[in-house]
């Protein structure tokens, strides 16, 4: 069963940063396309960075400049470098992992990111 585990969220000062992590395990993890989102109570889940299986990324205009999205397919790792962080991108963060064919998409359990002075 495919697995996705994010980690590295916690409690952080307007300004600082964060870097989140999501380790993938039993999957090729090189064939899928990546995306962090993020969601807060009340809201939809929103989508904030991608990236597909060539390293091309994308944003969400709120975070461009301030977030990187990347990946290690040695280590089987996803990460979110988040810079210049605002109270408003407070929320859980959630690794999904997505492949065309067969048709398949996988979510993590979420880590909590609250940025608050």
């Known amino acids: 069963q495919v697995q996705l585990v994010e980690s590295g969220g916690g409690l952080v000062q307007p300004g600082g940063s964060l870097r989140l992590l999501c380790a993938a395990s039993k999957m090729t993890f090189s064939v899928y396309d990546f995306n962090w989102y993020r969601q807060t109570q009340g809201k939809q889940r929103e989508l904030v960075a991608t990236?597909?299986?060539?390293?091309?990324?994308n944003y969400t205009d709120s975070v461009k400049g301030r977030f990187t999205i990347s990946r290690d397919n040695t280590k089987n790792m996803l990460y979110l470098e988040m810079n210049s962080l605002e109270p408003e991108d407070t929320a859980v963060y959630y690794c999904?992992?997505?492949?065309?064919?067969?048709?398949?998409?996988?979510w993590g359990r979420g880590t909590q990111v609250t940025v608050s002075p």
């Open positions: 999904n992992a997505n492949l065309r064919f067969p048709a398949s998409t996988y």
């Open positions: 990236i597909d299986r060539r390293g091309n990324t």
